[in-house]
């Protein structure tokens, strides 16, 4: 069965750092990951999808790699800003015919100006 | 239209009472996914349709959930006999699926319950 990590579980920087956030996964059969970010009381916004064929995707500030092999992720976020805070959530999309995805718990991201 | 979208925004209902939340997905796309989310917690996955296939419910909670999708397009979430534990936000998403590959998944902006 699938299991997706994402640690840490909650991380504070200050305005203009660069961070990484981390997501695992226990089985490298996948077609692609998803990363999204929510804002409180919001659904959930798609910010990267990066197919099983790829290694990484980028998107302005944000880059996000994926090294199948190991099962692992990562979200890299440039020069961070107090609009970032937000929860960032990974999702793995399973080879497995007909299931659905897998998402960790999240990462609750907050930049102090 | 543009996104997934979801019906009604809020909803304050008192224990005991059948509640219907409805999700309008992005046109074209076949898989849809109910999710539910409690204040602070993740999302916990509910229910999965993916194109004609039989729809996975493996995450609904109780028989008091159920679901459908009418011609593979709208989706209803019922929930009978509410519950004070019933109190979350409900989430739809959709998705492009080709064979058993889903594409990029869209996330509608939920349904909040409230069960007095």
């Known amino acids: 069965k699938q299991e997706v990590t994402q640690i840490p579980a909650a991380l504070s920087v200050p305005e203009g750092e660069n961070l990484v956030l981390n997501c695992s996964f226990t089985?490298?059969?996948?077609?692609?990951l998803q990363w999204f970010r929510q804002d409180p009381g919001k659904g959930l916004t798609s910010l990267l999808l990066?197919?099983?064929?790829?290694r990484e995707q980028t998107s302005g500030r944000l880059n996000a790699s994926l090294d199948k092999s190991s099962g692992r992720s990562t979200l890299y976020i440039a020069a961070s800003q107090p609009g970032d805070s937000a929860t960032y959530l990974c999702?793995?999309?399973?080879?497995?015919?007909?299931?659905?995805?897998?998402f960790g718990k999240g990462t609750r991201l907050s930049v102090i100006a | 239209g543009a996104g997934v979208s979801q019906s009604p925004s809020n909803k304050v209902t008192e224990k005991g009472k059948d509640v219907e939340l409805r999700c309008d997905p992005i046109?074209?796309?076949?898989?849809l996914y109910w999710y539910r989310q409690s204040l602070g917690q993740g999302l916990e996955f509910l229910i999965y349709?993916?194109?004609?296939?039989?729809?996975?419910k493996s995450g609904l909670p109780s028989d008091r959930f159920s679901a459908e999708r009418t011609g593979g397009s709208v989706s209803t979430l019922t929930i009978q006999r509410t519950q004070q534990e019933d109190s979350a936000v409900y989430l739809c998403?959709?998705?492009?699926?080709?064979?058993?590959?889903?594409?990029?998944?869209?996330f509608g902006e939920g349904s909040r319950l409230t069960v007095l």
């Open positions: 998403a959709t998705a492009w699926q080709g064979g058993s590959n889903t594409g990029e998944l869209f």
């Open positions: 990066i197919q099983s064929s790829q």
């Open positions: 046109s074209g796309h076949t898989a």
């Open positions: 349709f993916q194109g004609n296939s039989a729809p996975d």
């Open positions: 999702a793995v999309n399973p080879l497995s015919g007909n299931t659905p995805l897998v």
């Open positions: 089985d490298s059969a996948i077609y692609n």
